[in-house]
């Protein structure tokens, strides 16, 4: 089975310019969550969308953007890009069995903003 | 503020050593999960807790879940290269359904 893809692997943008990175979660997953991972750091929560629906938010600002597609798909944008925001996006698709949520992660893309 | 407080941040040590990471918080998780990532990739899922006090073996590493449910350690035995990575622990909280991270733990096995 293919896990969790996403793209474009690698971008390079602009301060001020317009970013949309996409997911496309494991079959059978209806959840996607968005983290942002600054080097040397751990991953930030950022959302997390369930059929199709935004169930949570992390402390980001609105400039940050997210949608769920009825394929369960999603696409992360991201406005008004900072130097700040250079970082690796991490997409997760998780399920729900019991008391267990686990959460499973694609590659990534790496956002240079210069 | 970080949630969860991974130490030691940096491990370096010989193959063949053992070694035990730890990841703490004051916070009760309903769950909790341990990654390794490696540069450039996103984090692979290695094992999930959910019982206060639970130990789970996957070959040489052994993870275990703190009685209160706040804090966890990864004891790896007999270190090989290959187990070298960055080792994030990962907390859950009740019903919300969202991941809070720590740093990490730089774990280098030098052959």
């Known amino acids: 089975d293919a896990g969790v893809t996403q793209s474009p692997t690698h971008l390079i943008k602009t301060r001020g310019q317009h970013v949309t990175l996409r997911c496309s979660p494991i079959s059978g997953h209806k959840s996607v969550s968005w983290y942002q991972q600054v080097l040397g750091q751990g991953p930030q929560f950022i959302f997390q969308y369930y059929e199709k629906e935004e169930r949570g938010r992390g402390n980001f600002p609105d400039r940050f953007s997210a949608r769920q597609f009825p394929n369960y798909s999603s696409e992360l944008n991201v406005n008004a890009l900072l130097l700040g925001d250079s970082a690796l996006y991490l997409c997760?698709?998780?399920?729900?069995?019991?008391?267990?949520?686990?959460?499973?992660f694609g590659p990534g893309t790496r956002l240079t903003v210069t | 503020t970080q949630l969860l407080e991974q130490s030691p941040q940096f491990l370096s040590i010989q193959e063949g050593e053992n070694l035990t990471v730890y990841c703490n918080s004051s916070?009760?998780?309903?769950?909790l999960q341990w990654y390794r990532q490696e540069p450039g990739e996103g984090p692979v899922l290695l094992v999930t807790?959910?019982?206060?006090?639970e130990v789970k073996k996957l070959k040489r590493l052994t993870f275990q879940f703190g009685d209160a449910r706040k804090d966890s350690s990864l004891h790896i035995t007999a270190a090989q290269p290959g187990d070298t990575g960055l080792y994030l622990c990962?907390?859950?909280?009740?019903?919300?359904?969202?991941?809070?991270f720590g740093k990490g733990n730089q774990v280098v096995v030098i052959p």
């Open positions: 990962a907390g859950e909280g009740y019903g919300n359904n969202r991941l809070a």
């Open positions: 997760a698709s998780s399920f729900v069995q019991g008391a267990r949520y686990e959460q499973y």
């Open positions: 807790v959910v019982t206060g006090g």
């Open positions: 916070s009760v998780f309903s769950s």
